[in-house]
């Protein structure tokens, strides 16, 4: 799997036809295929292209809606 650092990661917003990725606990999620995610954005309130995972834990869903989408990378965050 192809490791992710939170520049890199920046790359992929959704924007402009680019895909569409997420990090959470240390995965990077493609969320590219999802409806919520059009555009880069989700519910006006999450961007692509970023580490979710403070956000996420806090969201009204479970982040078990992230088995739903595939897992395409590691995200190291540097």
């Known amino acids: 799997m192809k490791t992710f650092t ?4 920046t790359r992929y917003d ?3 036809g680019r ?3 997420i990090a959470y606990q240390g995965k990077v ?7 919520l995610w059009k555009g880069g954005r989700h519910q006006a ?3 692509a292209g970023k580490d979710l995972t403070e956000v996420l834990d806090g969201a009204p869903h479970g982040p078990d809606l992230l ?6 990378g ?4 540097d």
């Open 6 to 9: 939170r520049k890199e990661l």
């Open 14 to 16: 959704g924007k402009e």
């Open 67 to 72: 088995e739903r989408v595939p897992v395409i």
């Open 29 to 35: 999620y493609d969320v590219s295929g999802s409806f």
């Open 19 to 21: 895909p569409a990725y």
């Open 45 to 47: 309130l999450h961007e």
């Open 74 to 77: 590691i995200f190291t965050g």
